[in-house]
């Protein structure tokens, strides 16, 4: 039988009118093609967090007990997750401020789980992805080599909406989900065996 990783796409832009959506609605798109992934995507439109301000530290907090309700939300689908794909703005050469609170605002969820990226701007958001990789080590996860640096949503026919609009990234976004598979399988061992 396959075994089956869940995957969380995660949406890094909640600006108005913006195009991380698409992107993150392309690479869904590719995993859910997938016998070994059960895809799904986490929009932070959707999780209204507060800018970080907790008393204790999220990496003291155990079992997913966060103060706000909001919080403790995102923290049970990060923790049900076996691996996370990012995509990501660039914005003043790092990620978004609403990703980084996502990231800040738990963190035992997060540990020892791969995760990859899917950047766009037009820096290629590849900026954006080398931050995203040290916050993901300090938050004891694992970020895989490959990823997707997509250039400005000007670029895509009808702004990324129209059909096959990132067709010509499939074989970079396939690559991509072999990497993080493989390391998705590898670190559920580990995590089991502990
Ligand atoms: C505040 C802000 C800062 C930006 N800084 C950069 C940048 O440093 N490098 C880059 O390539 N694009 C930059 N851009 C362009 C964005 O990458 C582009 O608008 C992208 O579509 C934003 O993602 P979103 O539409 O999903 O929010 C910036 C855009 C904004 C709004």
Do not use: C
């Amino acid at each position: 039988m396959t075994n089956v990783l869940k995957v969380k796409v995660i949406v890094g832009s909640t600006r108005q009118g913006r195009f991380s959506d698409k992107p993150a609605a392309w690479i869904a798109g590719l995993a859910g093609k997938r016998a070994d992934i059960d895809v799904e995507i986490l929009d932070l439109k959707d999780y209204a967090m507060p800018f970080y301000d907790g008393a204790m530290p999220p990496s003291l907090i155990k079992g997913g007990e966060y103060p706000d309700p909001q919080v403790k939300r995102w923290a049970q689908k990060i923790g049900e997750a076996d691996a996370f794909i990012v995509v990501t703005p660039e914005y003043n050469r790092g990620p978004s401020a609403v990703l980084k609170n996502a990231l800040d605002s738990v963190s035992q969820e997060w540990n020892n789980k791969p995760v990859a990226f899917v950047a766009h701007g037009s820096a290629l958001g590849v900026r954006a992805i080398e931050q995203l990789r040290m916050n993901a080590i300090e938050l004891r996860m694992a970020p895989v080599r490959d990823i997707v640096a997509l250039p400005g949503s000007w670029t895509f026919p009808e702004g990324g909406t129209k059909a096959g609009a990132f067709a010509e990234h499939d074989a970079t976004g396939n690559t991509m989900l072999d990497t993080l598979v493989w390391w998705g399988n590898a670190l559920k061992t580990a995590r089991a065996s502990k």
